[in-house]
């Protein structure tokens, strides 16, 4: 096994869920303060399960004795547009799921199982976060305006991280 090439394939995965996190926070403070609840809240669970990808690639890091490092792949992209923000999740998790399939060959052509195995679960979660953001998308495309006017109300009715009112 080449220890040093799976080091440097779940590293490159680490920074490029960093970015997904930071990105996904974004949008969803800036859905929130649009009023968007229900579209923000699915953005901070998403960027939770992204950290949650984070330490499970950073365990198998410190089981091959390698170091972790916690640099984002790139910038947070300032998209404020509903729409542009779904279109753009949906381009990041596209991207990881072909990254994360070459990693596990790669890893498999490593002689490292443990590894391919880690990839292999991250490609069936981001394509469970890929299928949110097309249904999303698919909603804006077929309901509109509509749509995103019911994403101003949560389940309750009252605004999300809103106080209700007296």
């Given at each position: ?84 923000m779904l279109e753009r999740a949906k381009a990041m998790e596209e991207g990881s799921i072909v990254d ?41 495309q077929r309901f509109g305006a509509t749509y995103l006017a ?17």
């Amino acid at each position: 096994m080449n220890r040093e090439a799976s080091i440097q394939l779940l590293n490159k995965a680490v920074a490029d869920e960093l970015q997904a996190v930071h990105q996904y926070l974004y949008f969803h403070f800036h859905l929130e303060d649009q009023g968007l609840g229900p579209l923000a809240i699915l953005f901070r669970n998403t960027a939770i399960a992204e950290m949650q990808h984070i330490a499970k690639l950073s365990e198998r890091i410190l089981f091959l004795k390698g170091d972790v490092t916690l640099e984002a792949a790139g910038p947070v992209e300032r998209i404020q547009d509903p729409r542009a923000m779904l279109e753009r999740a949906k381009a990041m998790e596209e991207g990881s799921i072909v990254d994360y399939n070459n990693a596990a060959l790669e890893a498999s052509k490593n002689a490292d199982s443990g590894t391919k195995q880690v990839f292999e679960a991250l490609v069936t979660d981001e394509e469970a976060h890929f299928d949110l953001w097309d249904k999303q998308l698919d909603n804006i495309q077929r309901f509109g305006a509509t749509y995103l006017a019911l994403q101003s109300f949560d389940g309750a009715g009252e605004a999300p991280g809103r106080p209700a009112a007296p």
